[in-house]
C-alpha cells in the first residue's frame, strides 16, 4: 500500500501564512514593489527561486526554511497549544481575562497623563502672554 505525498508547494505556503498574518496581496506586492497579479502568480508556483523566495520571506516577516518547512497542520497545533496553555490556571480552567494588571488603572493613569499635559501647554502659554 502507497501513500501519497503532498508536493512542496511553496507558492501555497506563501498564500496560507500571508493569510494567517492578516496581509493581502497588494500589501505583499507593495512590498515586493510588484503587482498584485505577480504575487497571485508567485502562490500559484509550485517551486521559486533562492532570491525571490528571500525576497517574500523579508516581506512577510519569516525566514526562508519558515516558509520551506511551513505545515497547516503543525502551525494549528500550535496556536491550539498556545490558546490552551495560556488561558489556563494550573486547575485546567478557562481564564478569559488572565491580565497581570487593571485595564481600569492604565487608562485612568493615561487620561491622568493627558490632563497634566494640557495643564502644562496652558501654564507654558500664560507666560508667553505675560511676556
Given at each position: ?6 508536493p ?6 506563501i498564500s ?11 500589501t505583499l506586492?507593495?512590498e515586493?514593489g510588484?503587482s498584485q497579479q505577480a504575487v497571485?502568480k508567485i502562490?500559484q ?15 512577510l516577516?519569516?525566514?526562508k526554511?519558515?516558509i ?7 502551525a494549528?497545533?500550535?496556536?491550539n497549544?498556545?490558546y490552551d ?5 494550573s486547575?485546567?480552567?478557562f481564564?478569559p ?5 487593571n485595564p481600569?488603572?492604565k ?5 491622568e497623563?493627558?490632563?497634566?499635559a494640557e495643564?502644562?501647554k496652558?501654564?507654558?502659554?500664560e507666560?508667553?502672554l505675560?511676556k
Amino acid at each position: 500500500m502507497e501513500t501519497a505525498t503532498k508536493p512542496n508547494h511553496i507558492g501555497r505556503k506563501i498564500s496560507r501564512i500571508r493569510e494567517l498574518r492578516g496581509m493581502k496581496q497588494e500589501t505583499l506586492a507593495e512590498e515586493l514593489g510588484i503587482s498584485q497579479q505577480a504575487v497571485s502568480k508567485i502562490e500559484q508556483s509550485e517551486k521559486i527561486e533562492g532570491d525571490k523566495l528571500e525576497q517574500v520571506a523579508k516581506a512577510l516577516g519569516v525566514t526562508k526554511e519558515a516558509i520551506e518547512n511551513f505545515s497547516e497542520e503543525l502551525a494549528i497545533n500550535y496556536f491550539n497549544n498556545f490558546y490552551d496553555n495560556s488561558f489556563s490556571n494550573s486547575q485546567g480552567t478557562f481564564h478569559p481575562n488572565n491580565c497581570t494588571f487593571n485595564p481600569l488603572d492604565k487608562v485612568v493613569e493615561l487620561y491622568e497623563r493627558l490632563v497634566q499635559a494640557e495643564k502644562d501647554k496652558i501654564e507654558y502659554l500664560e507666560k508667553l502672554l505675560k511676556k
